[in-house]
Each structure stands twice: as C-alpha cells, then as structure tokens.
C-alpha cells in the first residue's frame, strides 16, 4: 500500500544544485518519519537527512550539513531533498525511507526503515 517513488536524479558538475523528489502513496505524510539515504559503489549506506514525524524536525549527517535540505509538502505527498553545492563526494544512489513507529536512535540506521524507494542517481563531475 505504501509506495515510495524517487525522481530528480541526474548528472551534474560539482557546485551545481540539483533537488530530488520522493512521492509518497499510502501514506499521510505527517504520521510517518521520512529519510534520504544514499550509497556509492563499494561503500555502506550513509544517512543524508531526516524529517520527523508529528515534529517536522530535520536533521542531517555530518557530511551535508549546510549543503542539503530536506522538506515536504503535505498536499501533494512529497518529499524533498534540495542539495546545493554538490560536490563528487555526493555521487550515489539516493533513496527514500519511511517508517511510522521509528525512534530517535535508530534514526541513521537504514534496516530501521519499513519502507524504500527504488532510489535516484546522482552524479557530480569535477
């Protein structure tokens, strides 16, 4: 019933801007916890950003923070990701997360999440 759906990806050079979209279905936006991870070739998946349920409060891995921004919009069901300043270091498969009963402290981890998108890809060029 929940359907997670990423779009927004593409190649891009490194101080470009680019803004991924997750739509959601099934879903009533405010009840769930909403996540971006992403993954590069050979390496482990990293949280990027959170949106938290109820809240609205956002957080971020250390290695975005004050480059990306995750927000939503509650009458279409989506949710975003606006990433600025790209750097080669961001090139990875995006993904979109969700989960209804998540607890702070397994916020970065992504077996915690229920629901996945089929990820995005992105990649910045020097």
């Known amino acids: 019933q929940v359907q997670l759906v990423e779009s927004g990806g593409g190649s891009v050079q490194a101080g470009d801007s680019l803004r991924l979209s997750c739509g959601t279905s099934?879903?009533?936006?405010?009840?769930?916890?909403t996540a971006w991870f992403r993954q590069a070739p050979g390496k482990e998946r990293e949280f990027v950003a959170a949106?938290?349920?109820?809240?609205?409060?956002?957080y971020y891995g250390d290695s975005v923070k004050g480059r990306f921004t995750i927000s939503k919009d509650n009458a279409k069901n989506i949710v975003y990701l606006q990433m600025n300043n790209l750097k080669p270091e961001d090139t990875a498969v995006y993904y979109c997360?969700?989960?209804?009963?998540?607890?702070?402290?397994?916020?970065?981890?992504?077996?915690?999440?229920?629901?996945w998108g089929q990820g995005t890809q992105v990649t910045v060029s020097s």
């Open positions: 997360a969700a989960d209804k009963n998540l607890i702070l402290s397994s916020m970065t981890t992504s077996r915690q999440y229920d629901y």
């Open positions: 949106l938290w349920r109820n809240t609205g409060r956002t």
């Open positions: 099934g879903l009533t936006s405010t009840s769930y916890t």
